[in-house]
């Protein structure tokens, strides 16, 4: 991985940009391709990594693990391994990951309704979605 240069302009705005706009602080938090993807699975109750492997298709072991990171570091979501072999993780939304419900739902029923390709098989999709 490549340093940043802490002294940059760059680095320096998007600083800025956090401390004072709300969207930025979501972007940081939830940010990325795949991070809403894995919410808004969560959403409908705990779920095993291979649930999650399976309900997110497309997404590697690497990055769903770097995923699951992130966002149990940010507090988004809990991971609780069980003591036994083979291993038995559960992850589960936090109270803070919770909240992103409404967010999360206002992305899901925008696109339901926007796509004219994909909208029946969202609104399928949704069916679990908590309301």
Same mark, same amino acid.
């Given at each position: =991985?490549?340093?940043?240069?802490?002294?940059?302009?760059? $680095?320096? !705005?998007? *600083?800025? /940009?956090?401390? *004072?706009?709300?969207?930025?602080?979501?972007? #940081?938090?939830?940010?990325?391709?795949?991070?809403?993807?894995? =919410?808004?699975?969560?959403?409908?109750?705990?779920?095993?990594?291979?649930?999650?492997?399976? /309900? +997110?298709?497309?997404?590697?072991?690497?990055?769903?693990? *770097? $995923?699951?990171? *992130?966002?149990?570091?940010?507090?988004?979501?809990?991971?609780?391994? #069980?003591?036994?072999?083979?291993?038995? +993780?559960?992850?589960?939304?936090?109270?803070?990951?919770?909240? =992103?419900?409404? +967010?999360?739902?206002? =992305?899901?029923?925008?696109? /339901? !309704?926007?796509?004219? #390709?994909?909208?029946?098989?969202?609104?399928?999709?949704?069916?679990?979605?908590?309301?």
């Amino acid at each position: =991985m490549t340093a940043i240069k802490e002294s940059s302009t760059i $680095q320096a !705005n998007k *600083q800025l /940009a956090y401390q *004072q706009c709300p969207v930025t602080y979501v972007m #940081e938090k939830i940010g990325g391709y795949w991070k809403p993807i894995i =919410m808004f699975h969560l959403l409908s109750g705990p779920k095993r990594y291979g649930e999650l492997k399976r /309900a +997110v298709p497309g997404i590697t072991e690497k990055v769903l693990i *770097q $995923q699951l990171k *992130q966002l149990e570091a940010d507090e988004l979501i809990n991971r609780k391994a #069980e003591p036994v072999i083979p291993p038995h +993780v559960t992850y589960s939304l936090t109270k803070s990951g919770k909240g =992103m419900r409404d +967010v999360l739902w206002a =992305m899901a029923n925008w696109a /339901a !309704n926007d796509s004219k #390709e994909s909208g029946k098989i969202f609104r399928k999709n949704m069916k679990d979605f908590p309301v």
